[in-house]
């Protein structure tokens, strides 16, 4: 009990598990890949995976760490949102209550894992009795919004990123609507970040499917580097979420990762922390 438990959902997009399992490997103790059992997304339309996939898992896989999760993870009768979530609940149970339950999407590549994981295991006190003290802990998000020829738009104002909790009772997404933690950790998003074809193809089948604005797709179709500035309110769902983007001129991951670390305006402030994790203690304080 209380492992260090990372799960990824395996889909179209399976590919990206080549950049965001690495990051997690080796302070994981265990890493659960979850897959439809007959290869179909939330909204029942069917993917294949080359057989490379598998042998590259094998040949990366030197721990013998990763284990492949496969079961019924689509119902028509539920919305992609709903069989999302539910996937989510399947995998975060097949993990194990009484283990720290991390959950991060194929284009979510941790900055930090290791700092992270030792965050969580300051707080192993929550794994004592999961069910009487549910929490989850939130790290943020560094969205980037677009490939360029020269570089990328990123999304200038870090976001939340549910990734971890003692209890798998997820309300909607990885969402479980209980008791925050708020912890200065960061993961660089690739969620908007594909070709036209493959952006058009995942809004198609995500669990957001029913969600998106209107303005959403032509907006991104427009954003260059010369225009960027004069875009807002860009966000897939809720457009003000997203209020501007910023722009830098590479996109080597290297340079991507260390121009985060560097760049404290992307950052959550302690003082930002402090308050939302105050505000989340007394939220919960009665409950």
């Known amino acids: ?89 399947m995998l975060g149970e097949k993990m194990g209550i009484g283990n720290w339950i991390i959950q991060i999407d194929a284009d979510e590549f941790f900055l930090d894992f290791d700092k992270f994981v030792k965050t969580l295991k300051k707080h192993d006190l929550f794994l004592d009795n999961p069910k009487k003290n549910k929490v989850q802990f939130s790290g943020f998000l560094i969205n980037i919004y677009k490939y360029l020829d020269k570089g990328l738009l990123y999304v200038d104002d870090a976001t939340k ?24 950790h960061y993961a660089l998003h690739e969620t908007l970040s594909r070709t036209e074809e493959e952006l058009a193809f995942k809004i198609s089948n995500w669990g957001h499917k029913d969600e998106i604005n209107s303005d959403f797709f032509k907006k991104w179709k427009l954003a260059n580097e010369t225009n960027y500035k004069q875009l807002k309110d860009l966000f897939y769902l809720n457009p003000k979420i997203w209020k501007s983007l910023g722009y830098f001129p590479s996109e080597n991951l290297h340079d991507i990762k260390q121009f985060i670390i560097e760049n404290q305006d992307l950052k959550k402030s302690d003082l930002w922390i402090f308050k939302k994790n105050f505000g989340q203690w007394f939220k919960h304080l009665f409950k």
């Open 161 to 184: 990123f549910m990734v971890a909790t003692n209890y798998p009772n997820y309300k909607r997404a990885r969402n479980t609507k209980e008791r925050v933690i708020y912890v200065p």
């Open 1 to 89: 009990m209380k492992k260090i438990q990372t799960g990824f959902l395996v889909s179209y997009d399976y590919e990206k598990l080549k950049k965001s399992i690495p990051p997690v490997y080796e302070h994981s103790d265990q890493i659960f890949l979850a897959l439809d059992h007959e290869n179909r997304t939330w909204t029942g339309n069917k993917f294949e995976i080359n057989d490379s996939f598998f042998s590259w898992i094998e040949e990366f896989d030197t721990e013998k760490k990763i284990i492949i999760y496969k079961d019924n993870f689509y119902i028509p009768e539920l919305s992609p949102i709903d069989n999302d979530t539910r996937e989510r609940q």
